[in-house]
């Protein structure tokens, strides 16, 4: 999650009081990522079965690499 979508969801958070290494609690309302996730490849799974292809699998090497070059 960036910084702008960090803030967005927790508008009570001051960020000149941020410091490296503080914890910020997301409010209970916003959306997991992981979750999201986790039905994405939930569904793909299903189609990839209708069509007799094996599932994905979770990689969490390329994972990262995914979500690093998101962030450019």
Same mark, same amino acid.
């Given at each position: 999650?960036?910084?702008? $979508?960090?803030?967005?969801?927790? %508008?009570?958070?001051? %960020? ?20 999201? $996730? $986790? ?34």
């Amino acid at each position: 999650m960036d910084y702008r $979508e960090l803030m967005r969801l927790n %508008p009570d958070v001051v %960020p000149t009081n941020m410091q490296i290494g503080s914890v910020i609690r997301l409010r209970a309302t916003a959306p997991s990522p992981a979750t999201f $996730e $986790e039905q994405v490849v939930q569904l793909v799974n299903q189609e990839r079965a209708k069509a007799g292809l094996s599932p994905l699998k979770h990689r969490a090497d390329i994972k990262a690499v995914s979500e690093k070059k998101l962030k450019i």
